[in-house]
């Protein structure tokens, strides 16, 4: 599964840039000046449990109840591309597609190192985790069912 976050900071910097080279300069300086920036590369969030608009694996479905079979073990999350700077990492895994509003909470993650590029998922996340929606008291992973 690939997300794909664009750094909006970065690019309003380079917008007001352009925007005052081009009334200070002119069009072809401009024009020159703007093509020396680099563009933007877009932060990538990936697993290698399940493709992009697939379906998770069953050992990742929640479990504990009789109609819903699996493990519970959250997917491998991997991304790259993080912005400059950054400090550190939030992951939140949330189904919009429930009744619920805004939404049914099936992960929270937090406390990760902005030098981490990833999850382990499958049982081993050394990261603080937060409760989810399933009962209340359930902290960690608690997978669809």
Same mark, same amino acid.
Do not use: Q
């Given at each position: 599964?690939?997300?794909?976050? &664009? &750094?909006?900071? &970065? &690019?309003? %910097?380079? @917008?007001?840039?352009?925007?005052?080279?081009?009334?200070?300069?002119?069009?072809? %300086? @401009?024009?020159?000046?703007?093509?020396?920036?680099?563009?933007?590369?877009?932060?990538?969030?990936?697993?290698?449990?399940?493709?992009?608009?697939?379906?998770?694996?069953?050992?990742?479905?929640?479990?504990?109840?009789?109609?819903?079979?699996?493990?519970?073990?959250?997917?491998?999350?991997?991304?790259?591309?993080?912005?400059?700077?950054?400090?550190?990492?939030?992951?939140?895994? %949330?189904?919009?597609?429930?009744?619920?509003?805004?939404?049914?909470?099936?992960?929270?993650?937090?406390?990760?190192?902005?030098?981490?590029?990833?999850?382990?998922?499958?049982?081993?996340?050394?990261?603080?985790?937060?409760?989810?929606?399933?009962?209340?008291?359930?902290?960690?992973? @608690?997978?669809?069912?």
């Amino acid at each position: 599964m690939t997300w794909k976050f &664009r &750094r909006p900071r &970065r &690019r309003v %910097t380079v @917008a007001l840039s352009t925007a005052l080279v081009l009334s200070a300069a002119g069009t072809a %300086t @401009a024009l020159a000046t703007t093509t020396s920036h680099p563009k933007p590369t877009p932060m990538l969030l990936t697993s290698p449990d399940f493709k992009d608009g697939g379906k998770l694996p069953s050992w990742s479905v929640w479990g504990k109840d009789p109609a819903c079979p699996g493990k519970n073990l959250a997917p491998t999350l991997k991304w790259v591309n993080p912005p400059a700077g950054t400090k550190g990492f939030a992951v939140t895994v %949330t189904d919009v597609d429930t009744p619920m509003n805004p939404g049914f909470t099936h992960w929270v993650v937090y406390n990760i190192p902005g030098n981490v590029s990833g999850l382990a998922g499958h049982g081993s996340n050394p990261y603080s985790e937060g409760g989810t929606d399933y009962d209340g008291g359930t902290t960690g992973y @608690a997978g669809p069912c």
